[in-house]
């Protein structure tokens, strides 16, 4: 366990090194810096945007800014879901693979183009080469993007003063995709590549078993897909078993590469925050907040998987190497603790053991750090969230001192914080309602587990299975408790339906909050101004975070997680 502690230091530790430098280059990309990388990329990004005819110098304010985000988006959602509705007529597909039914599709596509990724299909069964490169890469690209950019025009909103425009939503878009997305999808294909993923437009290979039986092999296009699944916290998997799978993540290295480029660019975003808005400090105090929330989690789930399940250790079965049930014996259950907190709370949903068979306070930890949605979370995303938070605590600050709350200069009235309650409280409204309807639906069928095939667990741990789901659509996550059978109309339709809400909803409201924040003017600190960049402020948002975040889950995590651990 030794090793598996010092693997998990290093793998922390690196990350956050390097989201140093590349906070400070996404901040060049988008205010118009010099980079080294600039002779090969800006070209590429000026072709990108003549061919579609964007002007780069046109500005956009906050409406035309979402309205332009969402139509671009309904148009991919429109273009990808023909394509694997199509997909057996189509090119790029050896395997013979069909046509994905109407259901399964229009999840399938609002999953990926809310950047959830959450996956009701066998990734190497349900769709062809064709769909896996011109559906699910090119979303993971520009969906991460689109995340991106959204965060950028709204760290301008709240850089500026009496701003009348936040950028353009499709110059940023470009170059989300091609200067920051492409050049480290390059690198990590090529390092995975080297480490054993195939890289192949060849069908699946043919193999014969001991037994003397034909296996085919899939294999394909899995490095390309595996290095954006990661760093624009998509997760989609090529394969079934997504990163516990040897063709996505081979070796202990690869595994480091991926969970390093699963946080990355979650934690360079809040770098890049320090530098648009011109306040490092500000950054650093919201850069430990997230850092003392996301430390916490990954001690309890690593501590909680390596002292073993109980229930296992009674009939007598050495677990001297922590609880291996769901996990890889490469990665052992230390790091696959790290990745299944680090993957929750980034809203990158890859998973490298499945969730299912964690311990019950192992399992709970994902569903904690999906539950608050604000710890780096998605690229860019993360820092949307966190700014709601930031808000509410910024306005109980100052009823606590009895002054008009003021954030970065900016005085916070009655439209920020209906905007930031707006967001805020439609997360836990979609998740708990949606598992109310699901606890509803199972308990009024008569003979649920032959009527619908949902749980193989009913109980606590079934409950939990629901829960996860719609937490995990809600958060945009995409992993999940595979116990649940969930390629099913209800969970298609009803989880496709939360997850594009739950995309649309908590971006486009904070980018009218910084809009209304950016038109006001800066009002001169005083003595007496809250500073947002000191450690009170700081312990005032991790409480705020804490007892707002959790208290609204306290119920059915006593249903769920909770109950199930007592009862072991």
């Not at 985000?69 to 790029?92: D, E, G, H, K, Y």
């Not at 080297?194 to 037994?211: C, D, F, I, K, Y």
């Not at 979609?430 to 109980?459: D, F, H, M, Q, R």
Request: hydrophobic share 50%; glycine share 10%.
């Amino acid at each position: 366990m030794t090793l598996d502690i010092l693997a998990i230091v290093v793998t922390i530790g690196f990350t956050i090194a390097t989201s140093l430098v590349v906070g400070r280059y996404m901040f060049k990309v988008f205010s118009g810096g010099r980079t080294l990388l600039d002779p090969v990329l800006v070209p590429i990004e000026r072709l990108s945007l003549r061919l579609t005819g964007v002007d780069p110098a046109a500005q956009q304010n906050w409406k035309q800014y979402s309205v332009s985000l969402i139509v671009s988006n309904i148009a991919m959602w429109l273009v990808t879901f023909a394509i694997v509705s199509l997909q057996r007529t189509l090119p790029l597909n050896p395997d013979n693979i069909g046509n994905m039914e109407p259901a399964l599709a229009f999840n399938t596509i609002s999953s990926f183009v809310t950047n959830t990724n959450l996956q009701h299909y066998t990734g190497e069964t349900g769709l062809s080469y064709f769909s896996q490169m011109f559906v699910i890469s090119f979303l993971q690209f520009v969906t991460a993007a689109t995340g991106v950019a959204a965060c950028i025009a709204t760290m301008r909103g709240l850089a500026g003063s009496r701003l009348t425009s936040i950028g353009n939503f499709y110059v940023d878009l470009t170059r989300a995709t091609v200067r920051v997305f492409l050049p480290l999808a390059i690198l990590v294909s090529v390092l995975v590549m080297w480490q054993g993923t195939p890289m192949t437009l060849e069908g699946a290979a043919q193999a014969q078993t001991v037994e003397g039986v034909a296996q085919p092999i899939a294999r394909g296009v899995t490095a390309g897909v595996v290095s954006i699944k990661q760093l624009g916290t998509n997760g989609g998997g090529y394969f079934g078993p997504n990163s516990a799978h040897p063709y996505e993540n081979p070796t202990p290295l690869t595994n480091f590469i991926e969970t390093w480029s699963i946080a990355l660019i979650p934690m360079a975003m809040v770098w890049t925050l320090g530098h648009m808005v011109n306040r490092r400090r500000f950054a650093a105090v919201v850069f430990a907040v997230m850092l003392a929330l996301y430390l916490p989690m990954v001690v309890t789930a690593v501590a909680s998987e390596a002292a073993g399940n109980p229930a296992i250790a009674a009939i007598g079965v050495d677990q001297s190497s922590g609880s291996m049930e769901g996990k890889e014996v490469r990665f052992g259950s230390g790091l696959s603790a790290l990745w299944a907190v680090t993957t929750t709370v980034t809203s990158n949903g890859s998973v490298n053991a499945m969730h299912d068979s964690l311990t019950p306070i192992g399992g709970m930890m994902p569903m904690v750090g999906m539950w608050l949605n604000n710890i780096f979370g998605g690229v860019g995303v993360g820092f949307i969230n966190m700014l709601l938070f930031i808000v509410v605590a910024v306005f109980v600050a100052g009823m606590m001192i009895g002054r008009t709350p003021e954030f970065l200069g900016k005085k916070v009235e009655a439209k920020e914080i209906k905007l930031a309650s707006l967001a805020l409280l439609w997360h836990p409204l979609a998740i708990l309602v949606g598992t109310a309807v699901a606890g509803y639906v199972w308990a009024t069928t008569s003979e649920p587990g032959a009527a619908l095939g949902w749980l193989k667990n009913p109980g606590p741990h079934g409950f939990s299975e629901m829960l996860y789901e719609f937490t995990s659509s809600a958060a945009n996550n995409g992993s999940g408790f595979e116990g649940l059978g969930d390629n099913t109309p209800f969970w298609n339709i009803s989880t496709g339906m939360v997850m594009m809400l739950s995309r649309y909803i908590p971006i486009i409201a904070p980018l009218a909050l910084a809009a209304s924040l950016g038109a006001k003017p800066a009002a001169v600190e005083t003595a007496g101004s809250l500073r947002a960049d000191s450690a009170t402020f700081g312990f005032t948002l991790w409480a705020v975070i804490v007892i707002l975040g959790l208290l609204m889950f306290l119920p059915v995590a006593v249903l769920g997680p909770i109950a199930e651990y007592l009862a072991l």
